[in-house]
Structures are given as structure tokens and as C-alpha cells.
């Protein structure tokens, strides 16, 4: 009899295919029906380690991609965006499967991450640096800057965007010339490990792209303390990013860190309402909420709430939920744990007092049955104290607040200790433009909600990161300043000549 053991999928650590030293694996589930679809090496400190001296040798010893010029560097990652470009499909359909978004959402995030290549491969062939009129004091002086690589990067990704997310850190990475050993979330890993197979034909070389697939608390806490890492990049929640901020103290490590949000949706009566509401939408329910810029506390205008309200319930309980790769409106959470605490924070909303308009509830109708499902769920009348409206729930939940003034609506939008986005809808441009001036936050919205580009920086402020990924400020993050003086004089400058 032959039984076939299906290998699972490995590390990629100096150019080679590596099994973990522990010998153990993880199972990876579909979260809409919790089958099993693939297994991966579960990695220990050991693989790190070597993941990092792969890297630290790429860099420092060998050289080669960080001495490569920016034009030939840049053909790499070109082929790289077309390599992807020509599996973008497959790549759709292994993150919708592995995460529960819907397919189409999926290939979004796949045509994003291909842009994203494309931009910083032609970012790093443009001008950079700059030169300085600077002072005599010394004599006639030449000061200019220039931008190199940080070194040995590690990056550590969430796994809400199980692809899209590493992009945006390993493009903007690569493209400036460090090594990098890259974490993605153990929960979705499949789109990366194929990424790294692109890498592997596109001819990288070897070290300068690693992978290790574990655990946060194995493989992402060594990445943010081992001194042989020159920076750490982090997507993922404020309470593991705080302590990623603390590991990286011991070398002074550069921190790059996206964190979670609490974004306030500020909608006016004079919006206009089948707009507001489709906006809305898109902002607490696109990839089933699990998203950190979601407009997940909708703060609506007295004289608007009641028609607001009762046209969102309308719709989202129109929402379809199913098989994410039948293209529904919604799939399912990524995981059962996930789904079990956005339906615990549903408990405590209700428990608070929250009015629960719709959903409120897991589905498990039809495809749904075996699934993590959960329909959309709006709160209404939910006050600034409540649990549901201060903490991050990253699921299909929007709580519903209501203002009289403007001054009202900016007080309330800003009362959290996240700063990730926001929005405002009104027809009164002045308005708008005063109410985003008062909005402490880094990416925000008019008459819109969740349009993301390449080409502009994205981050937090306040509790909600620090620093930016996308447009040049992300390629900037990766990459060191030198100022170089040179002394244009012939003769001594004559300093101590009266010794
Ligand atoms: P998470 O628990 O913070 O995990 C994120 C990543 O960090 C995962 O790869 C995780 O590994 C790893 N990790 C966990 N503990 C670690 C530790 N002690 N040291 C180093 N790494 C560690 O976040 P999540 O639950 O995956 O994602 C949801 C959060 O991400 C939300 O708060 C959301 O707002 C945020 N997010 C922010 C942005 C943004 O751009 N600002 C974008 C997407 C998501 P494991 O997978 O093994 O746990
Ligand atoms: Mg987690």
C-alpha cells in the first residue's frame, strides 16, 4: 500500500528550504468549514537564530544585495510584481481559503501587493539624498546625504491581509537594499510561503530574504530582542507592539510598529444618506471587520440618526455570508478564537446596556454550519464609557453614538487612546476640512471610507503605531541617513595657528 505523507511547508533560511529544528508542525485550518488544508514547520529559537545569521551575512559579509545598484535591484523586484501578477489568482484563492475573505476582496489585496512591488522598484531608481548651503565656519564646505539600508530587518505581520500586510513591509525593505527575515501570522502563512517561492526563482540572493514560520511568542519575540537585528517591523495588536517596543530597547533597534484602531465614522445630516450608509458599510464590514482602520464607532448627527440607522440595519441585514470563494458579502472570522471574542464583546455590549439593532449572533445557515461566522451587528445608543465603544473588537461590529454640534462630534471622535483613522461625511467642505484638522488621526476620510494607496503614507498616531509604511515615507523607514561633509580647501584651515 502506498501512503503518500504530504510534506509540510517549510522555512526559507540562506537560499534553502528548511525544515524546523524542533521537528514539530501546525495544522492550518479553512475558518469556513475548520478543515484542515495544509501544514506548516512549527520553528524554535534555533531556526531564528539561523534565519538571522543568514541575513547578517548576506548583509554585512557578502554584500551583494545591498551593493547591487538600484536599477538592478529594481529588474529583480519587477520580476517579482510580474511573477506574482501571472499567479494572482492562485494567490487570491490561497488567502481567501486560508483567511475567509471573500474571493474578490482577495484579489484585490493580491493586485495591491503587486502595485506595491512595482512602486518601490521604481521608487529606489529615483532621487534621493540631498545637498546643503552650509555655513564657512571651517572653511568652504560641500554637505550632502545620502539613504542606505538599515541592515538586518526582521518583520512580523497579522493575519487579516495575510499577504498584502508582508508587502508593504518587504518591497519597500528589499527595494532599499537589507536583508530580511520575515514572520507571518501562524494562523495564515500559505500566500507567503508561495511569495518566497517567487523569490526563490526571481534570483534574490541567497540571505537576503528569509522565512521562519512560529509562533509570535517563539519566533516574533526573538526577532524584536536578538541583537544581530538592526530594526523590527510589527503589524498587529497595541498590546503585543508595546511589548516588541520594550524587546528592541536592548540594541536600540529601529521599530516600525501598525497597531489596532478604534476609528470614529462622523456622519452630519446634511450627507447624503444612501451614500453615507454604502461608506459606512465598507467601513465596518469589508473583511468581515477584521480590519484595523475600520470605522467602527459610526458617530451620527442627532437630526440624522433615526434615517441613518434604520437604513444600515436595512442593508446589513441584506449582507449575504458564506464560502468566501463563492464571493459572498461576507466570510467567516479567521479563526474560532477570533469568533468567540468578537461574540463575547456582543455579550457585553448587550450587557452594557447597547441597543442590538441586527445580527448579534453567529450564522450557521446553509454553507455557514461549520463555519466562524458572524452576522453584522450594529448597537445603537451606546455611550463613551461603554466596553464596546473604547476597546477593539475586529469583527462585523459598529456601535452607533449621536452629537448635536460639530464641536460635540470632534470631542467625541478623538475620546480613545487609539489615533489609526477616520471620516467625515458632509456636503459643507469648510466643515469637512475643520472637522480632519481636529481628527488626531493618521489616515482619514471625506465622504468616503478605507480607499488605501500605495502612493500615501499609512500609520497612527497615538496608541496606534509608530511610524509609516507605503508612499516614499516607507521606503524612508527602511533606511538610514549619512551625512557626508567634504572640505573644499587647498590649504590648512589655520585653526590653532597662534600656538
Ligand atoms: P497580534 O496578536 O498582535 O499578532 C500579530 C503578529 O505578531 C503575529 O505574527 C503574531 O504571531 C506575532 N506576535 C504575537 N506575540 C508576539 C510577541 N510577543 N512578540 C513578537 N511577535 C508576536 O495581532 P493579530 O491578532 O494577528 O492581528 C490583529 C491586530 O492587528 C489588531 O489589533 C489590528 O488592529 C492590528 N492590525 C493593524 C494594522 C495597521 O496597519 N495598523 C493592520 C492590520 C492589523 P502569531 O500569529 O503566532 O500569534
Ligand atoms: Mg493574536
Known sequence: ?????????????????????????????????????DTVVESGKE??????????????????WRRMCGQDR???????????????????????????????????????AVYCFRY???????????????????????SYMVHE????????????????????KMAPALAAGNSIVFKPASLTPLSTVKMFEIFDKAGLPAGAANLVLGSGDTVGSELAASNDVDMVTFTGSTVVGQEIMRAAAGNLKKVGLELGGKSPNVIFDDADLESAVEWAMIGIFFNQGEVCSAGSRIIVQDTMHDR????????????????????????????????????????????????????????????????????????????????????????????????????????MANDTEYGLAGAVFTKDCARALRVIKEIRAGITWINCYNPTFNEAPWGGYKMSGVGRELGPHGLEEYQEIKQVNINLSETPLGWYENE
Not at 347 to 358: F, M, N, Q, S, W
Request: glycine fraction near 10%; charge should be negative.
Open 1 to 37: 500500500m502506498n501512503i503518500t505523507v504530504k510534506e509540510p511547508l517549510k522555512n526559507y533560511i540562506a537560499g534553502q528550504w528548511k525544515d524546523s529544528s524542533t521537528g514539530r508542525t501546525r495544522k492550518i485550518i479553512n475558518p469556513a468549514n475548520g478543515e484542515i488544508i
Open 120 to 142: 518601490y522598484a521604481g521608487l529606489i531608481t529615483k532621487p534621493c539624498g540631498g545637498v546643503y548651503d552650509v555655513n564657512d565656519e571651517f572653511g568652504p564646505m560641500h
Open 74 to 112: 529594481a529588474d529583480i523586484l519587477f520580476k517579482i510584481a510580474r511573477e506574482l501578477d501571472n499567479v494572482k489568482e492562485k494567490m487570491a484563492e490561497l488567502d481567501s481559503r486560508n483567511q475567509g475573505k471573500p474571493y474578490r476582496e482577495a484579489l484585490g489585496d493580491i493586485q495591491d
Open 47 to 64: 531556526d531564528v537564530k539561523n534565519a538571522i545569521a543568514a541575513a547578517k551575512k548576506s548583509f554585512y559579509e557578502s554584500g551583494e
Open 308 to 411: 441613518f440607522v434604520k437604513r444600515l440595519v436595512e442593508r446589513a441585514e441584506a449582507i449575504t455570508i458564506g464560502d468566501p470563494l463563492k464571493d459572498p458579502d461576507m466570510g467567516p472570522l479567521v479563526s474560532e478564537e477570533q469568533m468567540n471574542k468578537v461574540l463575547d464583546y456582543i455579550r457585553i455590549g448587550k450587557e452594557e446596556g447597547a441597543k442590538c439593532l441586527c445580527g448579534g449572533c453567529r450564522a450557521t445557515e446553509g454553507d455557514c454550519a461549520k463555519g466562524f461566522f458572524v452576522k453584522p451587528t450594529v448597537f445603537d445608543g451606546c455611550s463613551p464609557d461603554m466596553r464596546i465603544v473604547k476597546e477593539e473588537i475586529f469583527g462585523p461590529v459598529v456601535t452607533v453614538q449621536t452629537f448635536s454640534t460639530e464641536g460635540e462630534a470632534t470631542l
Open 149 to 168: 539600508p538599515v541592515g538586518v530587518c526582521g518583520q512580523i505581520t497579522p493575519w487579516n491581509y495575510p499577504l498584502l500586510m508582508g508587502i508593504w
